[in-house]
């Protein structure tokens, strides 16, 4: 079975990271997510970024690096996140696709929404890659 690629966007603003709650399906409903999706046949993981942000949050943004690691999700789905910006003249984030609802979370706000397991480690992995250190309030 062949590893197919779902990207995730560590969306930085300001210093904050942006995360989207999921209404669908049933079982994710409810928790926090890296917005992204899956990439399709011929398509690059940077472009299905681009086109993942645009068509879930409506806005337009480019790629920045690839965040160090790669995080299993259902098989054959594996999560690798990049870190990205929004361009200037971008429209602000709006919940289009599978989510009802956006967070800015600053580094401390972080872990104050019930992230989705698979994503725990990836966003704990790019913050640190951001260099934007959250104090870990999950009491672990």
């Known amino acids: 079975?062949?590893?197919?690629?779902?990207?995730g966007a560590a969306l930085v603003d300001g210093g904050r990271l942006l995360a989207a709650r999921r209404s669908a399906?049933?079982?994710?409903?409810?928790?926090?997510?890296?917005?992204g999706g899956k990439v399709?046949?011929?398509e690059?993981?940077?472009?299905?970024?681009?086109r993942e942000l645009r068509?879930?949050?409506g806005v337009t943004a480019e790629p920045g690096e690839r965040?160090?690691?790669?995080w299993p999700l259902r098989p054959p789905f594996v999560l690798h996140v990049w870190?990205?910006?929004m361009l200037p003249g971008s429209a602000s984030p709006e919940p289009l696709?599978?989510?009802d609802a956006l967070r800015w979370l600053a580094p401390a706000e972080v872990w104050d929404v019930p992230w989705l397991d698979q994503d725990v480690p990836a966003v704990e992995r790019a913050l640190a890659h951001l260099g934007l250190e959250a104090t870990d309030a999950r009491g672990g």
Do not use: F, K, N, S
């Open 67 to 70: 965040v160090p690691g790669q």
């Open 97 to 99: 696709e599978d989510h």
């Open 40 to 42: 399709e046949a011929g």
């Open 55 to 57: 068509e879930e949050l």
């Open 83 to 85: 870190t990205a910006r």
């Open 1 to 7: 079975m062949t590893e197919r690629i779902v990207v």
């Open 25 to 35: 399906p049933a079982e994710l409903a409810g928790r926090w997510e890296l917005p």
């Open 44 to 50: 690059t993981p940077e472009a299905a970024l681009v």
